[in-house]
């Protein structure tokens, strides 16, 4: 590993499902000497899908990272490199991995141009400010076509895309690609496995296209850069490669603009191409802005750290992976140094923990590190109190590094141990997977005696049953699965009191809070102060003259956080509600915080059924891509599952229907739309919000709980 930051780079792979991630990873890894032959995602050998679930699919579905070499302009650059996910049950997998990249490779299929989860793959790249290189994959295929697929990135992510290569042919006719910076032709050996790389002119019949190319990348690039701008308009041919590459690098790095690459992964082009954009356009540590965080006791006390090995030492735990020899857990280090044998602080929690090693990872397998620096990621073993979005930091210096969002399950189902010995394995197990899954929820229900599992898909739920049956040797037996409902209320109620009196021999209980609710948004609630805002519920102190004493207040906050975890209606969280606590009284000596809880909770529930309470649903948006013909017959059919289609275009012979349906309807869907379409449709789904459900389903739904 380098330890000069200049030469490090912390890239990720993103992409829609199928634009070829993990085989654009295989020939990075083959390329930089990491692997000595190439995996295949068909053939289930591809190193970065080592699980036995992804190669029985064909799809990631973890986060995998590794470190490898890559010589550029005579100096070795250290790539830690992570394969992310492209389903979209496992978007946690992206989001964590985005949250400690400094730079991305999107790739995208030559054929389809961007697709429904690029496009959300963009937006949390948008989320945690990672500047982009954009990899048009799969040129090889029939139908491909690169100014189609560069215009999409364009209009459909609103990005500023510049073409740094063209391809030479395209389809079963793919050769190779020209160099628009360099204007030179370059072609793949196949035979030598893309190794061989030979330069040559422009082929004739190309040269007027590759200059009108040039000539936007050119006007680009100008635009980028003010002193290039005057030479632009002086001369365009004194404008020279290395300063177009300068304005074009400054650009990706400001988000002001994405060069857009190409090639084919599957037959070997264009990779060690995309290797050297890496280098050249993505930021090293010391080019992205210092971390942020705030001081651990004082919250409002904004505090960041640069990029060096100088700095106080600071950390985010991205990931936990259960391991035979305990939990190995990825961390990015944004400052200072890390021996093995420290003891750090978690300060989220105050605990302080043990590094008593630290590997540097190459997919499953690992080699020992004595010292970890800035701007590395490593993994770590001997933390017992970290979990994903925890910081790390010196023991000394604390700092809280910004946590990490995750996303609500919408999909739940019931599991039950089918022995005695396996009941005991079970409770663990479920722990064991919430900690490196932080999408993936279980709780015990204490009436029905049940234990619900809850996550992103049908798909996710599946692959966690499978880890519990086949890796953790558990004998379960599962439920169908069931949609995570919410509750909400529909008007406001105010001035409501919840009173909780309790008199026994001796001292008593004593708690009286006077509360307002209304509905309100997570956007309502950021524009208005002093409101905090947790798990969708606002909570405003409006208490004036001292009426509850001010120790008693968190205590009032507590019982009504506590009331909406299991709602009214059946059972189900209740979200997007402000309770304004505005008046009450206490008893010198009865008064306690288990009675402010009490009153908090029992004025909740009765304000909340006052102002009128409403289920909602959650709604995933549907993207099919469908062949003309079956149009009408998949259009009627989303419309008698209650969904709505938003958008619909023709792309070649293909529909794109773009829709909204709610997740109840959509049980099983990707059968039924097969059979409906002799197997010729596809559709991809992903979560969009919660809207209320039409009062005669509620009551159904609620009639069954």
């Not at 390329?31 to 995996?39: A, E, S, V």
């Not at 389903?87 to 141009?113: P, Y």
């Not at 060069?259 to 990779?271: D, F, M, T």
């Not at 499953?364 to 994903?388: C, E, F, P, Y």
């Amino acid at each position: 590993m380098s330890t000069e930051l200049r030469l490090v780079r912390n890239i990720g792979i993103c992409a829609h499902i199928d634009a070829g991630k993990t085989t654009v990873t295989e020939r990075v890894l083959y390329y930089t000497g990491k692997n000595y032959k190439l995996g295949e995602v068909h053939e289930g050998t591809a190193t970065m899908d080592f699980l036995a679930e992804e190669q029985e699919r064909g799809i990631t579905i973890q986060s995998a990272a590794t470190t490898c070499p890559w010589d550029h302009q005579g100096e070795t650059y250290t790539i830690n490199l992570i394969d992310t996910p492209g389903h979209v049950d496992f978007t946690i997998e992206v989001e964590r991995s985005m949250r400690v990249l400094d730079g991305a490779i999107a790739v995208f299929d030559g054929k389809e141009g961007v697709e429904a989860q690029s496009e959300t793959v963009w937006r949390q790249a948008d989320r945690y400010n990672v500047p982009r290189v954009c990899f048009v994959n799969k040129m090889d295929k029939i139908g491909a076509d690169f100014e189609y697929s560069f215009n999409t990135i364009r209009e459909r992510l609103g990005a500023n895309p510049i073409a740094m290569q063209i391809p030479i042919g395209a389809g079963d006719d793919l050769e190779g690609l020209v160099d628009l910076l360099e204007m030179k032709a370059y072609y793949f050996d196949s035979g030598e496995l893309g190794a061989v790389v030979e330069q040559r002119d422009i082929p004739e019949n190309m040269v007027e296209m590759s200059e009108l190319w040039r000539h936007e990348l050119v006007e680009k690039a100008a635009e980028l850069d003010d002193n290039l701008t005057d030479k632009y308009l002086e001369d365009e041919s004194s404008i020279t490669a290395d300063e177009i590459q300068a304005a074009v690098r400054k650009g990706t790095t400001n988000h002001q603009c994405v060069p857009v690459l190409c090639g084919s992964a599957l037959k070997n082009i264009g990779i060690q191409r995309l290797l050297n954009a890496a280098i050249d356009y993505l930021p090293n540590p010391t080019e992205v802005p210092d971390v942020e965080g705030s001081d651990p006791r004082d919250e409002n006390n904004a505090m960041s750290r640069p990029s060096t090995d100088d700095a106080p030492f600071s950390a985010l735990v991205f990931k936990v992976v259960s391991d035979s020899h305990g939990d190995l857990t990825y961390a990015r280090i944004y400052s200072g140094t890390l021996p093995k044998g420290t003891r750090v602080l978690n300060p989220g929690n105050g605990r302080k923990e043990n590094i008593s090693r630290i590997y540097e990872m190459h997919a499953k397998d690992r080699q020992a590190m004595d010292v970890a620096h800035a701007g590395h990621i490593v993994a770590l073993i001997g933390l017992k109190n970290s979990v994903t979005g925890d910081t790390l930091c010196d023991t000394n210096d604390p700092i809280i590094l910004e946590r990490m969002d995750f996303p609500e399950p919408v999909i739940s189902m019931s599991i039950e141990p089918q022995t005695a010995d396996d009941k005991k394995k079970l409770g663990e197990a479920l722990g064991t997977l919430h900690r490196e899954d932080p999408s993936f929820h279980a709780n015990y229900n204490e009436e029905t005696g049940e234990t619900i599992i809850s996550g992103m898909g049908e798909l996710h739920l599946e692959i966690v049953k499978n880890k519990l049956v086949r890796d953790m040797k558990i004998g379960v037996n599962v439920g169908t699965p069931r949609v995570s409902y919410r509750e909400t209320i529909s008007g406001t109620a105010e001035k409501v009191r919840g009173k909780f009196v309790k008199q026994t021999g001796g001292r008593g209980q004593y708690g009286d809070a006077i509360i307002n609710v209304r509905p309100c948004t997570a956007a309502e609630a950021e524009e208005m102060k002093d409101v905090k805002f947790k798990n969708s519920i606002g909570f405003l102190d409006n208490v004036s003259q001292g009426n509850i004493p001010r120790e008693y207040i968190p205590s009032v906050e507590v019982g009504i956080r506590n009331a909406a975890v299991s709602g009214i209606l059946g059972g189900y969280p209740m979200v997007n509600i402000l309770v304004e606590l505005i008046d009450g009284s206490s008893h010198e000596v009865d008064s306690s915080q288990i009675a402010f809880e009490q009153a908090g909770a029992l004025a909740f529930r009765q304000a909340c059924s006052k102002a009128g309470l409403a289920l909602l649903e959650p709604i995933m948006k549907v993207i099919i891509t469908t062949p003309e013909d079956y149009f009408g017959g998949v259009s009627g059919d989303l419309a008698s599952r209650r969904g709505q289609i938003t958008d619909s275009e023709v792309r070649g012979n293909a529909r794109i229907i773009s829709a909204e349906v709610p997740l109840s309807e959509m049980f099983g869907y990707t059968t039924v739309l097969r059979g409906m379409t002799q197997g010729r449709a596809s559709s991809t789904m992903e979560p969009s919000e919660y809207r209320v459900m039409p009062p005669s389903l509620s009551e159904e739904v609620l009639a069954h709980t």
